[in-house]
């Protein structure tokens, strides 16, 4: 890289308005406040965004509170839910049901995961349920909610859980937290691209209201157009779809007539050719079938969505086509790709978002202060390889330990020849129940636990100290956290409640 590269970063630029650019705006300027840097951002709205987005993961929680955001101020405006997990319905067969808790299952014992005992126990007790030991699973059933004491009184008392929310607002609630920190905003349509000769950085962008702006740092948040990283700088994608068949989606939004139909997570039920969501809302309920077009057309998927509706709808139904992958780079020159510029795994587990929050955090932890560096830029696009793998493994193993039967899709999926990472934790947790991690994962060993028991995949053997263990103990200490769990659920107040005397949005 050329020593044009080695001049501090005082102008950055950032190409898209949607949740990656508001996101990315806002976490500038807050961290970069005592640096003297002019942000601007440049969106359009002849364009638009993407407009979909609603569910998040526990990470979201974090970052709200590292920009000063208060939770019940945020959730008004935005229409928002709490969640704590998602519910799989129909995906080991019709009819079968698991759920996804953002919490632990139990207590871990002798520094042995709690899944050990748990299974020790199973081999006596067939009828055990996983759910039972999550406080979150507990809570979910009965439709409450209770934030997380501070700090935890007991190991049970501590889940995460993360939100639901009408991403149109997200965008604009960060907007408006951006402008007052002193970022500029360009309604254009960006059309030209100059560069440096010598060294190809990216010098300023060009709009089609006259305007030209420079910048030192170019952020591309220009959405699956990836307009700078892969139409301008052409560092190529790595196409999963031979992995992950979804390609497209239909989404509408429906009524939500009472508040006890909030339920405090998101439904993910398997169809034919993909699956079908719903996330709750204050004010409406968002729903969408992804499928793969390989499968289904546009029609047959707006049949099946429309037939899953329990509301009139109060939209338009839009039709989206996506392509499931990830940009080679995440960074290069002066360039950084985050959101859905940078890569997309469908939405079946809500990472997305999760994404851009840790691509802004690569980027402001190798922020290149004194100009560019080759190894930041290494890390970087390392990391972002990395996390990206670990996602597509962990939902694409939701597919493949399917038993749906008479359907190609499904069973095109039993067939796949995996991805040697994931080959390697399906087998080892068959073989000792050990669930590997390759650290920093998205997804901790409760998550993967939750698939494997969700899908029926057992270990063959287990840890010496739990298997030895007489049943009669075991019994008696796996009652004991069940009925804690239970007592501590009980306590909690109605998922509606919560919202209703807390953060109530204006209807
Ligand atoms: C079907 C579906 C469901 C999803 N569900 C979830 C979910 O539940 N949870 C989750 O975390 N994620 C989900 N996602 C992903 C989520 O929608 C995106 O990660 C998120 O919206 C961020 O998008 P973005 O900002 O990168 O792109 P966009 O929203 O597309 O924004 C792109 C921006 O670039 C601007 N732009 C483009 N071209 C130009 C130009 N020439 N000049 C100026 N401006 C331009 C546009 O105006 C816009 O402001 C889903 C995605 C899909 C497809």
């Given at each position: 890289m050329a020593n044009a590269a080695q001049h501090s970063i005082k102008q950055i630029v950032i190409l898209g308005g949607g949740t990656a650019g508001w996101m990315?705006?806002?976490?500038?300027?807050?961290?970069?406040?005592h640096r003297q840097c002019q942000i601007t951002l440049i969106e359009s709205c002849a364009i638009g965004t993407v407009g979909v987005g609603e569910a998040t993961i526990p990470s979201i929680v974090n970052f709200n509170h590292g920009l000063g955001i208060d939770e019940l101020e945020f959730l008004r405006a935005t229409q928002g839910s709490f969640k704590l997990g998602i519910q799989f319905e129909d995906w080991l067969e019709p009819g079968s049901r698991f759920f996804h808790p953002f919490s632990d299952y139990g207590i871990d014992h002798?520094?042995?995961?709690?899944?050990?005992?748990?299974?020790?126990?199973?081999?006596?007790?067939?009828?055990?349920?996983?759910?039972?030991?999550s406080l979150a699973c507990q809570l979910a059933r009965q439709g409450r909610f209770a934030q997380p004491r501070q700090p935890p009184q007991s190991p049970l008392g501590d889940y995460g859980y993360a939100y639901h929310f009408d991403a149109g607002r997200y965008a604009l609630f960060l907007r408006e937290y951006a402008e007052q920190r002193g970022v500029r905003r360009i309604d254009a349509r960006m059309h030209g691209v100059t560069r440096n000769a010598e060294n190809g950085f990216i010098e300023a962008l060009s709009l089609d209201d006259g305007q030209r702006v420079q910048g030192d740092l170019f952020i591309d948040c220009s959405g699956f157009r990836a307009l700078l990283m892969q139409e301008t700088l052409?560092?190529?994608?790595?196409?999963?779809?031979?992995?992950?068949?979804?390609?497209?989606?239909?989404?509408?939004?429906?009524?939500?007539?009472?508040?006890?139909?909030?339920?405090?997570?998101?439904?993910?039920?398997?169809?034919?050719?993909?699956?079908?969501?719903?996330?709750?809302?204050?004010?409406?309920?968002?729903?969408?079938?992804?499928?793969?077009?390989?499968?289904?057309d546009p029609q047959r998927a707006w049949d099946t969505l429309s037939q899953c509706l329990t509301h009139e709808p109060c939209s338009e139904p839009r039709h989206l086509s996506f392509k499931t992958g990830r940009s080679l780079k995440m960074w290069e020159g002066n360039c950084v790709a985050i959101?859905?510029?940078?890569?997309?795994?469908?939405?079946?587990?809500?990472?997305?978002i999760s994404l851009i929050q840790t691509g802004i955090a690569h980027l402001l932890q190798f922020f290149p202060h004194?100009?560019?560096?080759?190894?930041?830029?290494?890390?970087?696009?390392?990391?972002?390889?990395?996390?990206?793998?670990?996602?597509r493994d962990f939902i694409l193993l939701h597919y493949i330990l399917n038993q749906r039967q008479h359907n190609d899709m499904w069973h095109a999926y039993r067939n796949l020849s995996l991805p040697d990472t994931l080959e390697h934790k399906i087998e080892l947790f068959k073989s000792c129940g050990h669930i590997v991690q390759y650290p920093p994962e998205t997804f901790e060993t409760s998550s993967w636990l939750t698939m494997f028991e969700g899908f029926g995949i057992r270990p063959r053997d287990i840890d010496d100290r739990a298997s030895q263990m007489p049943a009669s103990v075991l019994s008696e200490q796996l009652a004991g956290i069940r009925q804690q769990l239970r007592h501590v659920a009980a306590q909690a107040d109605s998922h509606a409640s919560v919202i209703a005397k807390h953060c109530a949005a204006p209807r």
């Open positions: 990315t705006a806002a976490s500038l300027a807050h961290y970069l406040r002798q520094t042995l995961p709690f899944h050990h005992y748990y299974y020790a126990l199973k081999a006596h007790e067939q009828a055990l349920e996983l759910g039972d030991y052409k560092t190529g994608f790595e196409d999963w779809s031979h992995w992950l068949f979804a390609d497209s989606a239909v989404a509408v939004q429906s009524a939500l007539p009472h508040a006890e139909d909030i339920v405090p997570y998101t439904r993910s039920i398997a169809k034919d050719a993909g699956w079908v969501w719903h996330i709750p809302l204050q004010h409406r309920q968002g729903n969408g079938y992804v499928y793969s077009s390989r499968f289904c959101g859905l510029s940078s890569g997309f795994l469908e939405p079946l587990e809500s990472t997305s004194q100009g560019i560096d080759p190894v930041r830029v290494k890390e970087v696009n390392r990391r972002h390889r990395h996390e990206m793998e670990s996602i």
